[in-house]
T-cell receptor
């Protein structure tokens, strides 16, 4: 069974440019998470979806970040415009339902220069 | 107060010893508890989960949960150099909408 797939693995962009990350969760998993992880820190939740509904986006900086999960499967996270402080690893995870074990993709390492 | 607290370490143990990793949480309504292993430059990998008080064993790993004291621990028996990684504790609670709260992780080094 395929795991959580994310792309791209690495992205380098100049500040003020837009960037998008894509995630394909494990088949059958209704819950999808986007996390941000800085070096030496634990993952921090940006947004959680239950099917196509964003049920927790309180930590998402909505002035520059947006996300969507059309049809309750794949998801895209966008940053526009990117800032230097956005440099981090962006992780996508999925679980069968909330409160059950979540599995992570390989992450996208974003560098904003 | 952070929802999930872990000692950042680093924790060093000799090969073959027992490594003990601890995690405390603040929300008494927490229901599900997870341990993830993260190698440098890699994404977190689930190694154990526990829902009920007591011990749960899986190979060399044992998770221990004490809801009254609000802590969960992970024991690694017969530690191997390949166990060297950062271990993340995660907790969820229904009253926070099942959000996964992660600790900052404990860095473990197993010395050959």
């Amino acid at each position: 069974e395929a795991g959580v797939v994310q792309s791209p693995r690495y992205k380098i962009i100049e500040k003020k440019q837009p960037v998008a990350f894509w995630c394909n969760p494990i088949s059958g998993h209704n819950t999808l998470y986007w996390y941000l992880q800085n070096l030496g820190q634990g993952p921090e939740l940006l947004i959680r979806y239950e099917n196509e509904e964003a049920v927790d986006d309180s930590q998402l900086p909505k002035d520059r970040f947006s996300a969507e999960r059309l049809k309750g499967v794949d998801s895209t996270l966008k940053i526009q415009p990117a800032e230097l402080g956005d440099s981090a690893v962006y992780l996508c995870a999925s679980s069968f339902q909330g409160n059950t074990e979540a599995f992570f993709g390989q992450g996208t390492r974003l560098t904003v220069v | 107060q952070k929802e999930v607290e872990q000692n950042s370490g680093p924790l060093s143990v000799p090969e073959g010893a027992i490594a003990s990793l601890n995690c405390t949480y603040s929300d008494r309504g927490s229901q599900s508890f997870f341990w993830y292993r993260q190698y440098s430059g890699k994404s977190p990998e689930l190694i154990m989960f526990i829902y009920s008080n007591g011990d749960k064993e899986d190979g060399r790993f044992t998770a221990q949960l004490n809801k009254a004291s609000q802590y969960v621990s992970l024991l690694i028996r017969d530690s191997q150099p390949s166990d060297s990684a950062t271990y993340l504790c995660a907790v969820t609670a229904m009253n926070t909408g099942n959000q996964f709260y992660f600790g900052t992780g404990t860095s473990l080094t197993v010395i050959p």
